[in-house]
């Protein structure tokens, strides 16, 4: 579904990623881990088309899409749960919803949002809300369900579980399950390395910038050193 090649993506003279390439197959959840600026939320954004990549190309159903917009990404069924969520606070919850939703037609717009409103009770119970005032585990929740308006065939989450409480954090995996099955294809950003682990059909590490290594999601739980591989003290 996704193929990325070769990517390299800087930041005027600093190189934030150098000759990344990853696969993600249809159906599959696949996570990318690594250390805090390794490259990981700068693989999602270029991506998506938020950051413009200096070399390689990125295609999705063997179509390039490497110089699309984040708006066309979205067209073609690839949407982003962005990092710190990033939300439209002086919105409401629905409208933040009917926004994320710009591309639908204005009918099925209003049944996404009634599906999840379904799949986020919370949400449907603050509708009227402004989104600034929402707790941070009902922001999250807002910042997937307007991931999901457009109902992508590929959803890219950055560090989906950053700052939520524990009871929260396993509500958000077991959801990344659920839409697995539910035919959506995942590439998930995240900190929790071992719980991503327990969900994930593969991996990639990145550090400094640099794919190091790709595996099974088996695989990488059966490093017993899985601590100094992720932080770069191991090889």
Request: charged fraction near 25%; hydrophobic fraction near 40%; aromatic fraction near 4%.
């Amino acid at each position: 579904m996704l193929k990325v090649e070769g990517l390299t993506t800087r930041y005027g003279s600093i190189t934030g990623l150098r000759d990344a390439s990853i696969v993600v197959q249809a159906g599959e959840i696949v996570g990318v881990i690594g250390p805090n600026g390794a490259g990981k939320t700068t693989l999602l954004n270029t991506i998506i088309g938020l950051l413009k990549p200096a070399s390689g190309t990125i295609s999705f159903d063997d179509a390039d899409v490497t110089a699309l917009t984040p708006e066309a990404m979205l067209r073609r069924g690839v949407a982003l749960v962005p990092e710190q969520r990033r939300l439209f606070t002086e919105l409401t919850v629905e409208e933040n919803l009917l926004v994320a939703g710009i591309t639908c037609k204005a009918s099925d717009r209003h049944e996404r949002m009634r599906e999840i409103k379904e799949l986020f009770p919370v949400l449907g119970e603050r509708t009227t809300m402004l989104a600034g005032y929402l707790s941070g585990g009902e922001a999250q929740q807002l910042a997937i369900g307007r991931g999901l308006m457009s109902s992508p065939r590929l959803l890219l989450m950055d560090e989906p579980t950053l700052g939520l409480a524990p009871n929260l954090i396993s509500t958000v995996f077991d959801l990344i399950a659920r839409l697995r099955e539910d035919g959506t294809t995942l590439l998930v950003v995240e900190q929790n390395a071992r719980r991503l682990l327990e969900i994930a059909d593969r991996v990639y590490l990145l550090r400094t910038g640099n794919v190091v290594s790709e595996a099974t999601a088996d695989a990488f739980r059966g490093r017993e050193n899985l601590f100094d591989v992720y932080m770069g003290t191991s090889e």
